[in-house]
């Protein structure tokens, strides 16, 4: 099999597709992502993306909910996502396009599915949460927090 070429090699981690090979990522390299703040006590990091990886097709992250985080609200209006809780409770308040509402809980092993055109509110529940998530399709623009996008871009070459 082969793998992207190393530096000695000529490799160029900015040019298209440099980072588009099969490759296994580690804990530790989540971990030293940097992270985006959605409220306080809600954070993610992505860890496949457009922007570092080459991704087509969709996007993957963590999220931490700390136990007594501020409610953070979302729509993805051309997106879906889904979410498996790693550990703590992850909650999601639903709300439809006619104002209906429900609420998905879903505990360490379950998965969330969450599809484009609702309305999400992500809420803490008492104690300290991390789930993992995905959503596609990616958007061709990449993630739109461009700040963030730019952190990610930079780290292609690290």
Not at 50 to 65: K, L, N, P, T, V
Not at 111 to 131: D, N, Q
Request: hydrophobic share 40%.
């Amino acid at each position: 099999m082969t793998t992207a070429p190393t530096t000695a090699d000529g490799y160029d981690p900015s040019a298209p597709h440099a980072r588009r090979f099969p490759r296994v990522i580690t804990p530790a390299e989540i971990d030293a992502l940097p992270r985006m703040r959605f409220s306080e006590g809600i954070d993610q990091t992505i860890f496949l993306s457009r922007e570092r990886d080459d991704a087509r097709h969709f996007r993957q992250g963590c999220c931490w909910i700390a136990a007594d985080a501020v409610t953070y609200a979302w729509f993805p209006a051309n997106f879906d996502e889904y979410q498996f809780c790693e550990e703590g409770l992850v909650r999601v308040n639903v709300e439809d396009a006619a104002g209906q509402r429900i609420v998905l809980e879903a505990a360490p092993g379950e998965h969330i599915y969450l599809p484009a055109g609702f309305h999400y509110e992500l809420e803490a529940t008492g104690v300290p949460t991390r789930f993992l998530f995905s959503s596609g399709p990616s958007a061709r623009r990449g993630i739109s927090a461009s700040e963030y996008s730019a952190q990610l871009i930079a780290l292609r070459g690290k």
